[in-house]
């Protein structure tokens, strides 16, 4: 590894240091110069020999404020990192890039818009940026990993998915990126790490502690184009990111949910604050000046298409959530077949209960 990344990956963990005084001083000077200014602050021999360890045990990268492939998009923040550990290609934040952000707690029907959503943008052409946290981060980057997934095979697995035309999963993490969290979220670090970029400002063996999450949501809202929030309660990790995207001057996009479900309070709030919504990928790529309404792709969906029959049921509940109840009432259907229907067309994908109350997930029939 070059020894002045390796200089600035061990000042990086120097405990009193700070991100803001060591971007200022790498502004100016080179790690070893900086190394040697600190003086008995400054890491032991040993301290930048397990350093190294760590970095090549990872298959990690460094980049650093004065480096010439530092991203040009956070040399001017307003709280840029000053060292960025790295595993995957810095040149994919060359592409269109859309944050993907909500809640960690999701419902059904946020999951399935974060994955169709970010697999549209992908097949597209557009990177997919997220925190790689539980919920609606982690799906929207599996929603990345079927676009790749399916154009590598049109192309009868010629081509890798760093190859491929879609756009790629970019994640911020916490953590260091040998310190895996969540854990349920491994086999994704790995996709991101392989076909994307996955990036932190915490060096290895850093623990995801709470007060990382906020600062690692700045740079994450730094690398957007565009933030597209869905579901969201008023307060907690998202809303931090919209301020921080709002603070850059980039445009927050939401998805509007139910005014019932208390996962949709803090998108809903951000609707009649001005934000424009979300329904499909088209308002994304208009907000991206991307506009390609009249050549818009077929849309992607795995489910098996529903009997005749189902879809009469599907069309009596679109646009709103109707109780098993309301359903009979609009339907004049029979009970036992009305619920086994239900139950159907809840295990393959097309319909969810929250609660009582049933709604179609996606685009429908």
């Excluded at 192309?155 to 040998?178: E, Y």
Aim: hydrophobic fraction near 45%.
């Amino acid at each position: 590894m070059n020894e002045d990344c390796l200089f600035a990956a061990a000042l990086s963990a120097v405990p009193r240091l700070g991100t803001r005084r060591l971007s200022a001083m790498l502004a100016v000077q080179s790690p070893r110069k900086a190394m040697e200014m600190l003086g008995r602050e400054a890491p032991s021999a040993q301290e930048i020999a397990a350093m190294e360890q760590k970095l090549e045990d990872g298959s990690m990268s460094v980049s650093y404020v004065g480096a010439h492939d530092y991203p040009a998009l956070l040399l001017d923040d307003v709280a840029r990192p000053s060292v960025l550990f790295y595993r995957g290609d810095l040149n994919v934040l060359q592409q269109r890039r859309v944050g993907i952000v909500g809640t960690r707690s999701a419902t059904a029907a946020g999951r399935y818009m974060a994955s169709h959503l970010a697999y549209d943008l992908s097949e597209q052409g557009v990177a997919i940026v997220s925190g790689l946290a539980r919920g609606i981060d982690a799906w929207a980057h599996k929603g990345v990993l079927l676009a790749l997934d399916r154009d590598t095979k049109s192309h009868d697995g010629k081509i890798s998915a760093r190859d491929s035309h879609c756009g790629q999963a970019i994640a911020i993490v916490a953590s260091g990126l040998d310190v895996t969290y969540p854990k349920e979220n491994a086999d994704l670090w790995k996709f991101v790490a392989e076909n994307g970029l996955l990036v932190s400002e915490s060096p290895p063996g850093t623990m995801p502690e709470a007060f990382r999450f906020p600062l690692r949501n700045r740079i994450l809202a730094a690398l957007c184009e565009v933030l597209v929030v869905i579901e969201s309660h008023a307060k907690g990790g998202s809303m931090i990111t919209v301020e921080e995207a709002q603070r850059r001057d980039i445009t927050v996009m939401a998805v509007p949910g139910s005014p019932r479900a208390l996962s949709s309070a803090g998108t809903n709030l951000l609707l009649q604050q001005g934000c424009a919504p979300v329904v499909d990928a088209t308002d994304v790529m208009v907000a991206l000046g991307l506009d390609n309404r009249r050549n818009h792709p077929q849309v992607f969906d795995s489910r098996r298409t529903p009997s005749a029959q189902d879809q009469i049921l599907i069309s009596h509940m679109r646009g709103e959530a109707v109780t098993l109840d309301q359903l009979l009432m609009r339907t004049s259907s029979d009970l036992v077949q009305t619920a086994l229907a239900l139950g159907r067309l809840e295990s393959e994908g097309w319909v969810v209960n929250n609660a009582g109350w049933w709604e179609v997930l996606g685009r429908g029939c």
